[in-house]
């Protein structure tokens, strides 16, 4: 083979190894350029949007009974969780012998104020037929009624002292100032219910020795406490930058640990005025009853909430992602008579997973997700 035959041979393969390496640039690129992108519909719907917490279930409202008298737990005639109605008798109370003795010395002290009155009014009746024989002068008259008006006056105050030494029990006052009542031993009191509800926990023993609820500046021993389980609510605590979102009134789903798979409905009904501080966040605690009552709602079961806020009725939305950010505008790329093209859009409002566009788009238009490889390449 000469040289010439050599150099022609040379170039043919050259050119054959650069057309195959064409070939393959060309068949990698295929597929990223082939590959089909996918498209979402603009749609016309509702949107809401949530504030999510967790609270706990409680009774909407709890007592605390506590006893108007000093002195032993004598007896308990209930237990925990077991229903009570109004004015059944909880429990007895038999009378602290130090206020035993205040109240004898009480009920003394009236017995004395009205024989001070029967004196007066004796003195004034007399004083009154002898004026008017003329045997003494007006002066004496006037200072002998004043005197039994006076009388009348400690009598008063005297029946006032023994009132709030029995705790304002008018039926028992009455019973000492009638003397139905023993003088020698302490007296036995009757703590009953105030309402009907179910015994949450009792607090003393037989044999304890209580405060009455006016005798002490903390407001005396706390015997038991009742609620009302037939209306429970949710206590929740929301973060200070949500609160403002939240208002009385706005429909709450609720779904408990306890019973996976049932929805409970309420509203909420009331929020603090005051925040709470603590490490370094600060809370408002919401109320919200449970419209849908149900037994197996209790006491400190763990509640998952989802506050509406707020409904968006016949607005136009996009998922998220399909937004993209150029030169400080929110931009979509939309198809448009079969090929890609990129427009601004407004953005009126967003969820956790929407956008609602308010210029730009129109419903049933096709938008595109933006492919994260194709953006890596042009960059």
Known sequence: MNKTSWVLTILVLVGASLAVLQYLRSTDQRPSDTTPRKLVEVVRTS???????????????????KSQFSGEVAQLFVTAGQEVQKDQILGIIRQESSQARTVAQLRAGIQEERLNVDTAHRAWVRAESLFQKGFIPQKELELSQRDYQQSLVRLELAERQLLLALGGNQELFERYREGSVSKTRPEEFQVRSPSQGTVLEILVHTGEIITSGTATFGGGTVLMRIADLSHMVVKAKINEVNIPRVSVGQPVDIRLDALPGQLFKGRVRAIATQGVKENNLVTYEISIDIENSHPALKPMLTANIDIETKRLEDVLT??????????????????????????????????????????????????????????????
């Not at 949107?47 to 009974?65: A, D, F, R």
């Not at 979509?332 to 601004?344: C, I, L, N, Y």
């Not at 407004?346 to 238009?365: C, P, S, W």
Request: aromatic letters at 4%; hydrophobic letters at 35%; zero cysteines.
């Open 318 to 379: 996009i998922p998220l992602e399909v937004l993209r950010v150029e030169n400080g505008d929110d931009v979509v790329e939309v198809m448009s008579e079969g090929q890609p093209q990129t427009r601004k859009v407004r953005v009126a409002f967003r969820t956790d997973t929407q956008a609602i566009i308010t210029k730009g788009l129109q419903e049933h238009d096709q938008v595109f997700i933006p492919s994260f490889k194709k953006e890596e390449a042009r960059r």
């Open 47 to 65: 949107l809401q949007t949530k504030v999510s917490e967790t609270g706990t279930i409680l009774p909407s409202q709890t007592i605390e009974i």
